[in-house]
């Protein structure tokens, strides 16, 4: 039922000059007709009422008027389904053989529904749809999320169905929101409650980054059910080949145990790796025996020489310093007087070094200074005290980025502020009082710095700022140098301080990342967002993009392909979508079981500024197939909570009572209230048309222009 109230009044203009327009309007219709004679006066007034009309209608919409509709909507009542659409209930158990079974009872409930309630459908999984065509191809089941969406919309609904085998895994317990409802929940519960015999691969804990030649743990955890008293192989294969297997023995009806595997990895790359338990006869399902996971090789662990030409304090300190770091890889050298090594002679040594750190200075133009100058390899110096001996030869700049003249008697200095000082990353370090660290020494004199070099830090003297530089850094066109010019570093780890030692620790990891990362070190890195997707999940990436100054990169265009194993061809090409700073990320979709490759190259203004490779994992989900047997108390409590019934007997009668006797059967009524505002509609247009029609016919009968 519609009803039509008069709300007032919106004129556009003061209401006054609109009476005075009506006016002017009326006198205008009677004055253009009055004076002429040869018109029978019945046709003069229908002349001047037409044309007094249609101008009185146009002059009183001005007044805007506006009326409020009441539309009375009357519906039955409504009631909600909810149907399971999550892998678990396509599992053939027991006496239940998936979407058959579920199906005919869907179709039971469909048969005895009552004709004077609506039906609304929804399918659910991680989330709830409006739908009722069933796929059973759902990766998780949130219950939560059900009673969510009926919370959310319980004043359309006067009771719900659930159909649903109550296995939860994803979400909170739902039991908590159900408590929160104020109309009565019927569960059916879908499924099969007698025990069955499994085995599966319920996770698989792994780093999916590792670094070369360093041995790492992949825990696997296996869990079971009816098969106490026997024993299952779990194998670790590599691209189908087997590589190590581990027998396990169940000792309980029901267990979990974890299995360790190790690998190190000699090469970096990327790695394919199956976890398998081969089936049982007795086993309801193998869908769950098996995960795969993809393993990044990186060649990113530090060879560092650290290479000493004096026993010193300062030595063994930097050299725990780096050893404790297990990014690094350190090989150290002491060398002492008649050409003699404790440790490896460096110059015999088959490894390729990504640093060397100096612990003072060779004799200029011996042996070992020629080899140390061929290699063409980052470095790091740290002063001892008889280098400054040697300091004074120019032959030392190409290595330490300066030499010194006129070598003076040592002194005790501290770092100047490094709050007022430039700014670079090596000096990324927490706030310090400089002046309450223990002091360390070097000596006066005449330095002569590199052209590219830059001093970041110079020396204190007794609180008097010197020209003595204490730590430089030359960053040249594919090596970097860093230079401490002081030495005494020991007693800042030794030290009671905690910020002298935090100091210490943080100054030097800084110098030797940065001394030992190339400046064309990686821009672009690209990696899923988490280690593995299910088919019916959409792949997700992240990508984080750098400038050649190691800047974020906010403004560049990535471009992702993604191939299909060793496929030529890419299957799809996308761009990636900038996030924030150096983020961006891309949704790739859907893709079958498998492993891609991923290849991005990122460019700006036609200027490539890194290219990255990423594999992605996809793997048909186990997690709806670990447990697969019906939970009956979960779909008890829900009911119980709600008023409900858990409707074992699948009596839909009964329900279809309970809930006829909740409503009364008595209609929703809802009121809705809606303004309509007379001059937007065209009727009176078409009104006024029609009376200037007339009065124009009227006008030609009587002879007039």
């Known amino acids: 039922m519609i009803s039509a109230f008069v709300q007032g009044l919106s004129p556009v203009l003061p209401i006054i000059v609109i009476f005075l327009i009506l006016a002017l309007s009326l006198f205008i219709a009677w004055w253009s007709y009055q004076h002429l004679d040869s018109i029978p006066a019945g046709k003069k007034r229908w002349l001047i009422l037409l044309r007094g009309v249609a101008l009185c209608i146009l002059v009183l919409l001005l007044l805007n008027p506006f009326l409020t509709l009441q539309i009375s909507l009357t519906d039955g009542p409504r009631v909600a389904v909810y149907l399971d659409n999550s892998q678990s209930m396509s599992v053939d158990r027991g006496e239940y053989f998936g979407l058959e079974t579920y199906q005919s009872i869907i179709d039971q409930f469909e048969s005895e529904k009552n004709d004077e309630i609506e039906y609304d459908y929804f399918l ?23 009673m969510e969406h009926l919370r959310e919309n319980e004043n359309l609904y006067r009771a719900s169905f659930l159909f649903s085998d109550g296995i939860v895994t994803q979400g909170r317990n739902p039991v908590f929101a159900a408590q929160n409802l104020s109309i009565l929940v019927v569960t059916v519960p879908v499924g099969d409650t007698t025990r069955v015999q499994d085995i599966a691969v319920a996770d698989v804990d792994y780093v999916q980054q590792i670094y070369t030649f360093t041995r790492q743990a992949i825990r696997v955890e296996i869990q079971q059910e009816g098969f106490e008293g026997e024993d299952a192989t779990v194998q670790f294969l590599r691209d189908g080949e087997l590589i190590d297997s581990e027998t396990i023995e169940f000792s309980a009806p029901t267990s979990s145990q974890i299995v360790e595997f190790f690998k190190e990895f000699e090469e970096p790359g990327f790695y ?14 193998d869908q769950n025996n098996r995960a795969r996971f993809t393993v990044e090789v990186l060649d990113d662990k530090t060879n560092i020489l650290s290479l000493a030409f004096e026993v010193h304090p300062d030595v063994s300190t930097i050299r725990r310093l780096i050893a404790t770091d297990q990014q690094n890889e350190l090989f150290a050298s002491t060398y002492m007087r008649g050409n003699r090594f404790v440790g490896e002679d460096p110059r015999q040594m088959d490894e390729e070094m990504d640093l060397i750190v100096l612990h003072g200075l060779p004799e200029a133009g011996s042996d070992l200074f020629n080899w140390i100058t061929e290699q063409q390899k980052p470095i790091l110096y740290v002063a001892t005290p008889g280098s400054f001996d040697t300091k004074s030869d120019r032959d030392f700049l ?29 000096l990324e370090v927490d706030p310090v009082n400089e002046q309450q660290l223990p002091a360390l020494k070097t000596y006066r004199g005449s330095y002569q710095l590199s052209p590219v070099a830059q001093p970041l830090l110079n020396g204190i003297f007794q609180r008097t700022e010197t020209d003595i530089p204490l730590l430089i850094v030359e960053d040249a066109a594919n090596i970097r140098r860093a230079s401490v010019n002081a030495f005494g570093w020991y007693r800042l780890q030794q030290s009671r301080q905690t910020e002298a030692r935090n100091f210490f620790e943080q100054l030097f990891t800084n110098l030797i990342s940065w001394s030992s990362t190339p400046p064309d070190r990686r821009t672009l890195v690209i990696e899923p967002v988490k280690p593995s997707f299910t088919e019916n999940e959409p792949v997700e990436v992240r990508a984080r993009l750098y400038n050649e100054r190691g800047d974020p990169e906010p403004e560049a265009f990535i471009e992702l392909e993604i191939f299909s194993g060793d496929d030529d061809e890419p299957l799809n090409v996308f761009r990636m979508n900038h996030h924030q700073n150096e983020i961006y990320t891309a949704e790739l979709g859907n ?43 979960m779909l008890q409590n829900i009911a119980d909570i709600t008023d409900g019934i858990f409707l074992s007997d699948y009596n839909f009668s009964t329900a279809n009572e309970l809930i006829a006797s909740q409503i009364h059967d008595q209609p929703d009524e809802e009121i809705r209230e809606e303004f309509v505002y007379l001059h937007r509609s065209g009727f009176w247009f078409f009104i006024v048309l029609l009376l200037l029609a007339g009065e124009w016919l009227l006008r030609r009968s009587v002879s007039l222009p």
Not at 272 to 285: A, L, Y
């Open 272 to 285: 394919d790796f199956e976890i398998n338990v081969p089936p049982k006869p007795e086993e309801f399902t």
């Open 124 to 146: 659910f999984d991680e989330g709830v749809v409006e739908s009722e065509e069933l796929t059973l191809n759902g990766v998780r089941t949130n219950l939560n999320a059900v």
């Open 591 to 633: 893709y079958p079981q498998g492993i891609y490759r991923l290849n991005a190259t990122a460019t700006k203004s036609d200027r490539t500024i890194g290219t990255a490779e990423a594999r992605v994992n996809i793997s048909q989900s186990t997690i709806e197939f670990l447990d697969t047997r019906r939970d009956d108390s």
């Open 398 to 426: 190409d290595v330490i980025s300066y030499y010194l003249e006129g070598a003076q008697s040592a002194i005790d200095v501290h770092f100047e502020n490094l709050a007022g000082g430039v700014s670079h990353t090596v």
